[in-house]
């Protein structure tokens, strides 16, 4: 086995440069999983000393790729460690009620009835220069002024830090929040007061000015159609989703349509197709030109920015900088006559993103993106293989037409499945009938949608959009009812509970072993999938759930069930904790406080004045709300969950949580298992990174000799 091991890796030399980007990400990823801040230094001399060392190996094959492995991924860990310096910014320590905040808004979100506006060079009411964070994002209700970026404005807003993730292992905010140097929340009171209107001269940035130029876009396409079908335009066209219904856009999740609304590499080669095809076609109606020029370049060096400009327009995400990255090295091969290979690009794309953008590692769109393109060139690598013995065989009409059909079908069946273990992990959802939807959608946006968006592009500068519009918009209407019918089919979304970080990390293993290989041993990689897959079967679900704030509680009944303190408040974090544990329904109402004759109506969760008792087949749990409860509550429980302060020696119980515990650690995650308590907590998986805000005791008190703290 060791030496059949040795002879597949060594004939596959030609694909080792693959796997660089692959370390690279290994070395993001290991950085982000510390506990702890390391040394700045660490990286850099890793990246030295392991690059040193395959300069003097250099002859010797094996440590070559063994070093220059170690060396990509110690540049992954530097990059992260140096992005994570370089975005550095104040962060707000604590709630700020109806301050005065003026600043220059950076970007402006419609949403149905209100706004969301980013701020930047703030001032804000109560806080030093040192203390006032590099950005803001408030929400607007009411009606509000005409607010573009570059404007400056003043507004009375209640301020709060980014929020800590709702569980353990949930979406961490304040991480996103503090790589785009966002230090604080929070929404306005009263209408905005523009001090200086937006001007050419006002705008400080590039990035200010294309806000603003995207702005502008939207607002003209929103302007001739306020329907959904606009709103899907305007986010098919500059990448801006906010004027979508929700009903619309739940529809298109469960139909598996929701990446033609992320701007992608569907769209970036679409658009730059169009433009090299269509220049390349105008000048081939003058044959002059084509007779004694190189056209085909000449559309290429067209389609180059063209595509640049569509990918700064739709807001520059990480799909849309991997797919440009890609299209412009395809053409750019064509301007030097060169053929692009088309993985190796992918590699490419990745290290570039990867090296500048560490931390888009851990968001779904990298994720999803590049494991979509990996699996599609991979499969298409084989098909083609296969299919050089077909090649001679005549081209007919009705071959064609099955040509494309097959190649769609196939297309959204690899990147469906490539997909699904990320979708899982970050959306706790799946759609069964992605298939059926994307065999309607997908033609329609390619052949129709798009190049339609294209001549809108176009014909914007002559105010003619609207001609290029309409017929946009009947497509658009086509997909939506795809979209529709399918949501509409039995059981057409899956709710499953969240996929383990391991086990994620041994699926992208897996897949990447699988796809950047080419011999049989490749398959291996599947083994790797199916093993981390297969964790989903032993989820176990928390048996409480307890929020950092202490206002909400869940706890899992006999039937399966969860109930909750409350239907109404923390709406946000309710829904996170059903979605993790795979429920899609609504979870059960606590039962009634103070009357005798509610307490035994919800299985094992019994309630009175001052709290709960929760029973499971080998441990209690106390979940207290008034202090009066602890003294009985301590002599008989195996668990105290305390919304109160304990003050006092509670000595009888296995573990006890209380509201300096959640204060502290946020929320909390407890499972009763037979080898005893299982607790976690959001800020004990975090440890004690940039990024993870530690509460500050507001005052101290003296504490008598062996009270909690």
Not at 129 to 139: E, K, L, M, N, S
């Amino acid at each position: 086995m060791r030496n059949l091991f040795a002879e597949s890796f060594a004939r596959e030399t030609g694909r080792w440069p693959l796997w660089l980007p692959v370390f690279m990400a290994m070395g993001v990823a290991g950085y982000f999983a510390l506990s702890d801040e390391p040394p700045l230094w660490l990286g850099v001399a890793g990246l030295l000393g392991f690059a040193a060392a395959a300069y003097a190996l250099r002859l010797w094959w094996g440590w070559l790729a063994v070093l220059l492995a170690l060396a990509a991924l110690a540049l992954g860990f530097g990059a992260a460690q140096w992005r994570t310096v370089q975005v550095a910014a104040p962060v707000l320590e604590k709630k700020l009620d109806w301050v005065t905040v003026q600043g220059r808004v950076l970007r402006v979100e419609r949403f149905e009835k209100r706004l969301r506006v980013t701020l930047g060079d703030l001032r804000i009411q109560r806080l030093d220069a040192p203390q006032t964070p590099a950005r803001i994002r408030v929400r607007l209700i009411g009606k509000q002024p005409d607010l573009r970026p570059g404007d400056w404005i003043s507004i009375r807003a209640s301020l709060v830090p980014p929020p800590a993730p709702a569980a353990p292992g949930a979406f961490d905010f304040q991480r996103q929040a503090y790589f785009q140097r966002l230090g604080a929340v929070g929404f306005a009171l009263g209408r905005a007061r523009v001090l200086d209107s937006h001007a050419l001269e006002h705008i400080a940035s590039f990035h200010t000015a294309l806000a603003q130029v995207r702005q502008n876009l939207t607002e003209r396409i929103l302007s001739f159609d306020k329907t959904e079908a606009g709103a899907i335009a305007a986010a098919l066209m500059t990448g801006d989703r906010s004027a979508i219904p929700e009903e619309t856009m739940e529809a298109v999740r469960d139909s598996g349509l929701a990446h033609l609304l992320a701007i992608s590499g569907l769209h970036i080669g679409l658009v730059a197709g169009i433009l090299f095809v269509g220049v390349r076609g105008a000048f081939a109606l003058v044959p002059p030109l084509t007779l004694r020029f190189p056209i085909k370049k000449w559309a290429a060096a067209v389609a180059i920015p063209g595509a640049l400009m569509y990918a700064l327009i739709s807001g520059a995400t990480v799909p849309t900088l991997r797919a440009f990255l890609m299209i412009s090295l395809v053409l750019i091969a064509v301007l030097l006559d060169r053929r692009g290979i088309s993985m190796r690009m992918v590699a490419w794309a990745a290290a570039v993103i990867l090296l500048f953008q560490p931390e888009s590692l851990l968001g779904a769109s990298f994720q999803m993106s590049f494991a979509a393109v990996i699996a599609l060139i991979a499969v298409y690598e084989w098909v083609a293989e296969r299919g050089k013995n077909r090649a001679h065989e005549p081209r007919t009409p009705v071959r064609t037409v099955w040509f494309y059909i097959g190649s769609v079908a196939l297309t959204t069946l690899v990147a469906g499945l490539a997909t699904a273990p990320f979708a899982i992990y970050h959306f706790n959802r799946f759609a069964l009938y992605g298939l059926a939807a994307n065999l309607i959608a997908v033609p329609v946006t390619a052949l129709w949608i798009m190049p339609w968006a294209v001549i809108a592009f176009l014909l914007m500068p002559f105010g003619l959009e609207e001609l290029a519009l309409t017929p946009m918009r009947w497509g658009i209407g086509v997909m939506t009812g795809a979209a529709d019918t399918v949501a509409g089919w039995p059981g057409a979304a899956v709710v499953l509970p969240a996929m383990s970080t391991p086990a994620l990390i041994a699926v992208a293993l897996g897949l990447m072993w699988l796809c950047l290989w080419r011999r049989r041993w490749r398959l291996w990689g599947g083994a790797a999938v199916a093993t981390g897959m297969a964790t989903l079967l032993f989820f176990k679900p928390p048996d409480i759930l307890i929020d950092g704030e202490g206002k909400l509680t869940a706890v899992r009944l006999a039937s399966g069930q969860y109930a909750v303190t409350s239907l109404r408040r923390s709406v946000f974090t309710r829904e996170v904790w059903m979605r993790r544990i795979g429920h899609d329904g609504a979870p059960l109402a606590w039962p009634k406080q103070g009357s005798q004759q509610e307490r035994d109506t919800v299985g094992s969760l019994r309630c009175d004045g001052l709290g709960c008792l929760y029973r499971t087949a080998n441990r209690t749990a106390a979940l207290v709300t008034h202090p009066g409860a602890l003294l009985e509550d301590c002599a008989r429980a195996d668990l105290i969950v305390s919304t109160v302060p304990i003050r006092g020696p509670c000595p009888g119980p296995e573990r006890t949580i209380d509201r300096f515990d959640l204060w502290r650690d946020g929320a909390h995650s407890i499972r009763f298992a037979p080898s005893g308590i299982v607790v976690e907590t959001v800020n004990g998986r975090r440890g004690t990174r940039p990024w993870v805000l530690r509460p500050k005791p507001a005052y101290k008190t003296k504490r008598k000799k062996g009270e909690r703290s």
